[in-house]
């Protein structure tokens, strides 16, 4: 007893140690998402083109939507990624121009090409605060019935869509099919 | 001279307590139609975070999302709702990170409870040392009739 009471000091002192070693390498940018497993929160806006856009619009297969913005940087990352994913039809993928300018929108689809079904025109920033983005680039990933089922903050590279985005989206058309 | 080490130590101790988010805020032009209704703005803008710059309040934040949650701040109160349904929307979107004082939640429970668990850990552990420690003087003080003969005779024989 009075042996293991001797000890305690150094045993507390190791397990707050790992505790707080492990805290070095959370990821506090990444927070979770409000919206998982909840419906798509409904809009009624255009697109970058011009066009009148709602809910109806949307794929009715599993589908991404990403936040993107000209000004975006990190953006530019990440675009090679989706323009295969549109090449090769594996995903639909749904943009949303998030607090941008729509000339500005058009001319980067322009230079840098378009691989987004449409791109939902949101310049005042009011549908992202329903989707609780806090910056482009987000990525999520919404089922068949429109119901969000994984978030992504920052860039959507080959190594996050093999090792994130894959899985989930396996495990969605898994309980489809069940 | 320790009046002005005194000075100094006023300083450091003012500059404590001092609350930089205060200092700085974002200049907005909002208009409110009662002073009341400027307050509250500003207590919520004081007292929601930033979730773009994490460690900023939406008031001291340049961060585009809190220039648009400031917006829908300033359009929910000119539209008479309630703080409560202010906080709820901000909840709804952005989760107990948005408060900088988490609402009280099974899942904030903890936050909540561990300062008073790690003080009552702390008394409980000082009381244990303590009484050891005067268990240990006790025992040392009290001596046995043989020594207490001993001591009056030393005494004695020093009179």
Known sequence: MSRFAFFLPVIVFFALAVLLWQGLFLDTKALPSMLID???PSFALTTV???????VDLPDQIFLLNIWGSYCLPCLIEHPTFMRLAEEGEIPVVGVNYRDRQGLAINWLGENGNPFEFSILDESGRFGI?????GAPE???VDSNGVIRYRHVSVLDESVWREEFMPAIAELRDRVAL | MSQL???FCLILVLLVFANPSASVAQVDTFEFQTTEQQQRFRKLSDELRCPMCQNTNLSGSTGGVAEDLRREIHRMIVENLTDADIEKFMFDRYGDFIFYKPRFRAETAVL?????????????GGYIVWRKSKK???ESESLDASQLNRLNDLLDSKQ
């Open chain 1, 38 to 40: 909840k419906p798509m």
């Open chain 1, 49 to 55: 083109d011009g066009d009148e856009v709602t809910n």
């Open chain 1, 130 to 134: 329903d989707l609780g983005v806090y």
């Open chain 1, 139 to 141: 990525t999520y990933l």
């Open chain 2, 5 to 7: 080490n005194l000075f």
């Open chain 2, 112 to 124: 909540w409870f561990a300062p008073i668990l790690f003080l009552l850990l702390g008394f409980a």
């Open chain 2, 136 to 138: 240990a003087v006790d």
